[in-house]
């Protein structure tokens, strides 16, 4: 994705104003002028966005180890482990295709 010079000045006026307000202080929002928050916690505030992108990335992260387990495709001492894996089944690499032999 591209941004435009413009889209990046007003990230950049943003982040100035958000550095107005690091603690609560009463007022308004410095970002988005509204009440009911501080700059730092302003949805507009870019380095917010960057916090919830981090968290949404180590959760899903998490989640598809997780998914993993439960399918039966984790190993452990070259046995299938979590909830859905089948002794005895053939060994399958859950990145390549079944071939028709393994069914």
């Not at 505030?45 to 399918?71: Q, R, W």
């Amino acid at each position: 994705m591209r941004f435009t010079k413009e889209q990046y000045e007003k990230a950049i006026e943003a982040l100035k104003d958000g550095m107005t307000q690091l603690e609560p202080n009463g007022d308004n929002c410095h970002i988005c002028h509204d009440s009911g928050h501080a700059a730092f916690e302003c949805g507009w505030n870019p380095l917010v966005a960057v916090v919830i992108c981090k968290d949404i990335a180590t959760h899903s992260e998490k989640l598809h180890e997780t998914l993993h387990y439960l399918a039966g495709f984790d190993r452990y001492m070259g046995e299938q482990v979590g909830p859905a894996a089948v002794r005895g089944a053939p060994q399958v690499d859950c990145n390549n295709e079944i071939g028709d032999d393994q069914l």
